[in-house]
């Protein structure tokens, strides 16, 4: 599906609030022999301020990849591997469940979830994470053609059935071909040329009342 249309946001670090320092134990120690008055202290104070200095440490030793350009997010489910078949058109698929309902129809709105990932493994989109199914309309050119034919069948591909999980394995040119892809003010979240693998769930037709 074309990421175009999502908003990625950039993660944000959050400030550590300013704390007053705490007498030390061996502050508390030196007064106490020179029988000048103590402050208190306990062991709650104690850990709170280890723990202040601990997530200090952290902040500030955490790298920051500003020239980023993938989103590496992890989709709640995930697809066992299977061995690809390959059609005339350079698209790999296998299934890892059939499914038993409808053929996907053709110039028809179905739902589907999705996990769509670069060949190397890291996802840069999931509709897992967006906790709800892709609503798509198949076979009209408003999603890749990879996608078209791997859901809707062809050229030696057969139809997935509704119930049905299938991995995908894309290639460029039935992709996005060689200019990057999802771009926002200048940073793209697909590069050119890129090889996707996605793992689609058909869940079921659409039942709504889109046209």
């Known amino acids: 599906m ?3 249309s999502l908003s990625f946001a950039s993660p944000k670090l959050q400030t550590l609030q300013a704390f007053t320092p705490k007498p030390t134990i061996e502050a508390t120690f030196k007064a106490s022999s020179s029988n000048q008055s103590t402050p208190t202290i306990n062991k709650k104070q104690i850990f709170q301020v280890g723990v202040g200095i601990l997530a200090a440490s952290i902040v500030a030793s955490a790298p920051l990849n500003a020239d980023a350009t993938r989103i590496e997010y992890y989709a709640t489910t995930a697809e066992p591997t299977c061995e690809f078949n390959f059609a005339r058109s350079g698209l790999g698929y296998c299934d890892i469940v059939v499914g038993s309902g409808q053929e996907a129809p ?6 589907i979830h999705y996990t769509a990932r670069f060949a190397d ?6 509709s897992y994470k967006r906790g709800r199914a892709l609503t798509m309309r198949l076979g009209m050119g408003k999603v890749i053609k990879g996608l078209d034919q791997g859901i809707l069948g062809g050229e030696g ?7 049905g999980k299938r991995k995908l394995q894309i290639p460029p040119h039935l992709a996005y071909g060689p200019e990057p892809a999802g771009c926002f003010s200048g940073d793209c979240n697909i590069p050119g040329n890129a090889t996707l693998v996605y793992d689609i769930n058909f869940l079921e037709l659409y039942s709504g009342n889109r046209k």
């Open 106 to 111: 053709y110039n028809q709105l179905v739902n």
């Open 121 to 126: 493994g890291i996802v840069f989109d999931s």
């Open 2 to 4: 074309a990421v175009s």
């Open 157 to 163: 591909v057969p139809p997935m059935l509704v119930g």
